[in-house]
């Protein structure tokens, strides 16, 4: 469900999310969620909520473990001396004959955890009703150790809700009842509840839709059956910008048609018109044509041709005078712009003293400058002058400056405002707009030109202002006129008045339509409007939530329980057993699920048809498979297991036990011997490392009439060296009461001593003489490393171990009446009690023998 929900849209999920947290939608609620809907990020998939509560935790990232339950007033028969403590570890297995409180405590918690089948917690009924019921539940929580004292049948303790509890209830629920999944998500009925706020919301949605009113102008009967009419009743949320642009636009060449058609019509000599209209087309090609000629001349493309032949003009004349190294040169100077003239000018005078002669004329002549005499030195200068002048790069100085000259030469004259105005009313573009335009191009081509030619320092490029704009305007005109010029020489021909009044009839449309472009958006907007709240409708539709729920509750909680329930059969060593578990009806978004016999001939009972052991071993199953796959792993309670199961089935439900320890705290209570054993060697199974730092065996009892007195370990249970000094601390305790009131209180308390004296020389058998190869509430032989041991029996240990088991079975098994029961005297029940520990003590540091005859 949480993975769904993250592909929704943000509404959905919101409306999830208040819904998981509140468990129903306020009127605010679904105002807030129907406005989010509208908007574009609304509608989109996002990852912004985790929806927690669909992840059955107590509390985010928080771990659960027991601690212990102890001062325990006024429930049941229960009242400790300590607290009953769980460990450190994760499996706890906890013994105690019936009636030593082990229900109670299992009781306890699950009450306090809010479990669907907690029955009231009572008071002993036996004594006086107690002025309080409570007790106090130690756990650890989120990494920290709390402390509650906790009412009986109060509120739940909200952070030991996640664990679950095994009991003799809980296996008769899931074997006679329909039953709910208790960990998939509970809130699949939280599915329906969406669905209704889905209808809700289209509610609110139709309501707005429903208070859109039009407000568009009714359109005059004449336009009715002209296209921009019919365009204008076709308006829809659909319509395109474009076309609805093109329905609304009025330009200047619409009114233009308008007026044309309008003239066309009131025109009376055609032929006239059109020659009008061309001599006017022909004043605008002229202006067009300035108007290139002045880009032409003053563009940056010319610009810069200009600006390159005077930088080259002057970079060339500067060589040149740099190179004008006359060695017979007296002055400096020679080669600039004045000495080149004062030259050029000798040139030209020496044309009138000289006419026949090539300038410079030396021989026989004076200077035409000084008019003396040459001497042979001035002679040379005068020839050397001439070839300087006629050297190349004086030749490309004055090619250089020709070409810019020319390019000056060639810039056109700038038109004067009233030339300018007296074109533009000649060509019929006199508004204020065209004449602003023209004005503005040539103040910038003048700008460029003054520019241009003042060439003392090399220019720069003015900035180009596009003025192409006006130039396509001008086009536009010129070919305007000519269509004009063409339509009237049609007209002159033979015109169409009807269809010219029809186009008339559609262009007034289109101006009309035009007027009320405020009001036609403004409807197009309630269009889409409109449209779009249907849209929302259908976003809020709740027939695909319907299907999902449909979809989940088949999946999420039947294949995934029916997967789960085969897989614990199988673990738990029943898939022989022909049970099924299967959907049995939906109620309300919930599925219930029910046990029930395969391929069964009829209608029968499980009840009926299995042993007590298989119904105890399915309901077993049914349970693990609802609780195991939870989110987190929480504490797992079991009271009496497996009752009534067989030695296969114990151990296939022990081994299952310490698996499930193996990732969470599993507390076991059980009256039964055998699988106090059987879960020390399945601990063992998994490791002894991890059943050292995990497993746990504890002992409850009663006393007094008082029950679930944590105790130490008895005689039975303990190791054979203490169980040995405990049994010689309680005789010597045993040995004080007599000294103290007689040979009765010794008896007493020597009887008890008898009977475990004679439980712990079974133990000895088992663990020292067979070294635990053979246990007698153990499945399993272990030989690993412990055969060695055997081979050191000898027959007189068998004998020792025989005679004091001969002597001391009487006080553990039933004797005939006839058959005088008496205790021991302390000496003699001290003796047998040591010589048993000084023959475990011989024989432990007996040598093993290397061979091992079996």
């Not at 020489?489 to 472009?517: H, N």
């Not at 412990?786 to 007189?796: D, N, Q, S, T, Y």
Request: proline content about 3%.
């Amino acid at each position: 469900m949480r993975t769904w929900l993250l592909t929704q849209p943000d509404w959905l999920q919101e409306a999830a999310d208040r819904l998981l947290r509140q468990g129903d939608l306020t009127s605010n609620d679904l105002q807030v969620i129907c406005a989010l809907l509208k908007t574009p990020n609304g509608q989109k998939v996002t990852k912004l909520r985790q929806f927690e509560s669909l992840i059955q935790v107590p509390h985010e990232g928080g771990g659960l473990r027991l601690s212990s339950i102890g001062d325990v007033h006024g429930i049941e028969n229960l009242g400790p001396r300590h607290p009953l403590a769980f460990g450190e570890g994760n499996l706890t297995v906890i013994y105690g004959h019936n009636g030593s409180g082990k229900s109670s405590y299992t009781r306890i918690l699950k009450r306090a955890a809010g479990k669907a089948r907690a029955g009231e917690l009572k008071p002993n009924v036996f004594k006086a009703v107690p002025i309080e019921k409570k007790c106090t539940i130690t756990y650890e929580f989120a990494g920290k150790c709390v402390t509650r004292d906790w009412h009986a049948n109060s509120a739940v303790i909200d952070e030991i809700q996640a664990l679950d509890v095994f009991d003799s209830d809980e296996a008769t629920h899931y074997l006679r009842n329909e039953s709910v999944a208790s960990y998939t998500p509970h809130v699949v009925g939280m599915f329906e509840a969406l669905a209704t706020a889905c209808d809700q919301i289209r509610a609110l949605l139709q309501g707005e839709q429903t208070l859109l009113v039009s407000a568009l102008p009714t359109l005059p009967i004449d336009y009715i059956a002209t296209l921009e009419g019919r365009r204008y009743k076709a308006l829809s949320a659909d319509t395109a910008e474009l076309a609805l642009g093109q329905l609304l636009t009025w330009s200047e060449d619409d009114g233009r048609k308008l007026e044309e058609i309008s003239e066309r019509l009131k025109v009376i000599d055609p032929a006239a018109q059109a020659k009008q209209k061309r001599a006017t087309k022909f004043q605008v090609e002229r202006v067009t044509e300035s108007m290139k000629q002045g880009e032409l001349f003053f563009g940056l493309a010319n610009q810069q041709v200009i600006l390159e032949l005077q930088v080259s003009a002057k970079s060339k004349r500067l060589i040149a005078t740099e190179a004008a190294q006359v060695t017979s040169a007296q002055l400096e100077g020679v080669g600039i712009d004045t000495w080149r003239e004062m030259w050029n000018a000798a040139r030209v005078y020496s044309q009138t003293a000289y006419p026949d002669l090539a300038f410079p004329v030396t021989s026989d002549a004076r200077c035409v400058l000084c008019h003396q005499e040459l001497a042979p030195d001035a002679q040379q200068r005068l020839h050397d002058f001439e070839a300087f002048i006629q050297g190349q790069l004086e030749s490309d100085a004055n090619a250089a400056e020709a070409s810019y000259t020319q390019c000056l030469v060639a810039l056109p004259i700038i038109p004067t405002a009233d030339q300018i105005s007296t074109q533009c009313e000649a060509a019929g573009i006199n508004t204020h707009e065209w004449v602003q335009n023209f004005n503005s191009f040539w103040q910038w081509a003048s700008s460029v030109r003054s520019s241009l030619l003042a060439g003392d320092e090399v220019g720069e490029i003015q900035g180009w202002q596009d003025y192409s704009n006006v130039q396509r305007l001008l086009l536009a005109h010129t070919e305007q006129l000519e269509s004009q010029a063409l339509q009237f020489e049609i007209d002159a021909q033979g015109f169409d008045r009807t269809q010219a009044l029809s186009e008339k009839l559609a262009l007034e449309a289109k101006k009309w339509i035009a007027q009320q472009a405020g009001s036609v958006r403004n409807e197009i907007e309630r269009l889409k409007q409109a449209k779009v709240l249907e849209d929302w409708k259908v976003l809020a539709n709740s027939r695909p939530i319907s299907i999902k729920a449909a979809a989940i509750a088949e999946k999420v909680i039947t294949q995934a329980y029916v997967m789960r329930f085969n897989r614990e059969l199988q673990l738990l060593g029943a898939s022989r057993i022909q049970v099924e578990i299967v959907k049995a009806r939906a109620e309300k978004g919930r599925v219930l699920h029910r046990l029930q016999l395969k391929a069964v001939q009829g209608k029968q009972s499980i009840e009926l048809v299995l042993s007590e052991g298989e119904r105890r071993i399915i309901a077993l199953a049914a349970f693990l498979a609802d609780v195991t796959d939870k989110p987190q792993p929480a504490p797992f309670i079991f009271d009496d297991p497996i009752s009534s199961l067989d030695h296969d089935f114990e151990w296939s439900v022990a081994s299952r036990l310490a698996e499930l320890a193996k990732t969470r705290q599993v507390i076991v209570f059980t009256h039964r011997l055998s699988l106090y054993g059987t879960m020390e060697d399945v601990a063992k199974k998994v490791g002894e490392v991890w059943k050292k730092q995990h497993f746990q065996q504890l002992c409850i009892e009663t006393y007094s009439g008082v029950a679930g007195h944590p105790v130490d370990n008895a005689t039975w249970n303990a190791k054979t060296e203490k169980a040995n000094n405990i049994l010689l601390d309680r005789l010597g305790v045993a040995k004080k009461a007599g000294e103290a009131a007689g040979g009765d209180a010794y008896r007493n308390s020597a009887q008890g001593i008898c009977s475990d004296f004679r439980k712990l020389l079974e133990r000895t058998v088992e663990d020292d003489l067979l070294n635990e190869v053979v246990k007698r509430h153990r499945r399993s032989i272990t030989t690993d490393n412990r055969m060695g041991v055997l081979a050191k029996i000898e027959h007189a240990d068998c004998q020792f171990i025989d005679n004091l088991m001969t002597k001391y079975s009487c006080y553990e098994h039933s004797q005939s009446q006839e058959v005088p029961n008496f205790i021991p005297e302390e000496p003699e029940l001290r003796k047998d009690i040591e010589s048993l520990k000084v023959w475990r003590t011989e024989f432990k540091t007996r040598p093993k023998c290397e061979t091992v005859m079996i």
